[in-house]
């Protein structure tokens, strides 16, 4: 039989500040609700506030995790977070979640590949199991995108909220689980999507900055190319349920179209989280798994890209 990482629990936790189109419209900002939503499906976002960390949010998610998993810290061999705005420069944001739940074992890193970093750090953890390093493996998506942007900037401050999601996977024999993994980069984009600035080597920090025609023609082309091989691997044509990066719903709904699904077979939540990066992919599997749409033995596809360009898909029998 061959061994798999299958997903024993999931869970997610949202700031309970919420930001609506109106609220930033009335901050003076050159936008309406009509502007973003016709552009990006996005409706209001969830913003931390002051002393909510992403450690903190990646703490919540990853407890509510735990608890649907039946699993204990001490069950946990390693923790992976992946972020884009981790608490300090240093140590990993993983140590810090890893204490704040109190396991004392295994090891703790953190993955950076922003939008895609779920992706990422659950192919990690899917390698670490099947190699029989890992027994059981927590992996986390948060952000505190809202710290990064420039809120005068209509054209990327609209599209970000903060948030964090989990899963926790266990090795098992069978059809269950993650059947494969996919990842990508193509450094020459790097421009396109970046922070200005950035602690370290730089010695600065400062704001998100988006080409956004230039990510969304990449994106078109990169998700449906990544779709194909997932697919392709397997010898598939369809699957049950698509759960996407929350970025643009016109996108979503592309690759959607490409996979021949309705749109009751995708996994939607962009229009009340916005894009939250690494966290946006967990946080709305966690949302479809609680409200029963998603089902054991089901076949769920995950794809995302973000800056760098980083892309990435995973294909998992749940």
Request: glycine share 12%; net charge neutral.
């Amino acid at each position: 039989m061959t061994l798999r990482s299958v997903l024993e629990g999931v869970g997610s936790y949202l700031p309970e500040t919420v930001a609506t189109n109106q609220d930033l419209a009335a901050r003076g900002l050159d936008t309406s609700d009509e502007w973003i939503v016709q552009r990006t499906g996005i409706r209001q976002r969830h913003i931390a506030r002051e002393g909510e960390t992403t450690s903190s949010l990646a703490i919540k998610a990853a407890q509510r995790a735990l608890d649907m998993a039946c699993k204990t810290p001490q069950d946990i061999d390693c923790v992976i977070v992946a972020t884009t705005t981790p608490d300090h420069l240093f140590p990993a944001t993983a140590a810090r979640v890893q204490a704040g739940l109190g396991i004392s074992r295994g090891f703790a890193f953190d993955v950076q590949a922003v939008c895609s970093g779920f992706v990422y750090a659950l192919a990690v953890a899917d390698n670490f199991i099947k190699s029989g390093q890992v027994k059981t493996a927590l992996v986390i998506g948060a952000e505190t995108l809202s710290r990064l942007v420039d809120w005068t900037d209509r054209g990327t401050c609209v599209l970000f909220g903060d948030g964090a999601g989990a899963v926790v996977l266990g090795g098992e024999e069978g059809a269950r689980g993650i059947l494969s993994t996919h990842l990508h980069a193509d450094g020459k984009h790097y421009q396109s999507l970046y922070v200005d600035g950035g602690a370290g080597s730089t010695g600065t920090f400062g704001h998100i900055r988006m080409d956004g025609k230039e990510v969304f023609r990449h994106a078109v082309q990169h998700l449906a190319g990544v779709v194909d091989e997932a697919l392709a691997a397997h010898g598939l044509t369809k699957v049950d349920w698509l759960v996407p990066h929350q970025a643009n719903l016109r996108i979503i709904n592309g690759i959607a179209k490409k996979l021949n699904l309705s749109s009751e077979q995708v996994v939607l939540t962009i229009a009340s989280h916005a894009n939250t990066s690494a966290a946006s992919i967990p946080l709305a599997l966690d949302a479809a798994v609680r409200d029963g749409r998603i089902q054991k033995g089901q076949l769920v596809l995950m794809n995302a890209m973000g800056g760098g360009f980083t892309w990435g898909a995973a294909l998992v029998r749940m």
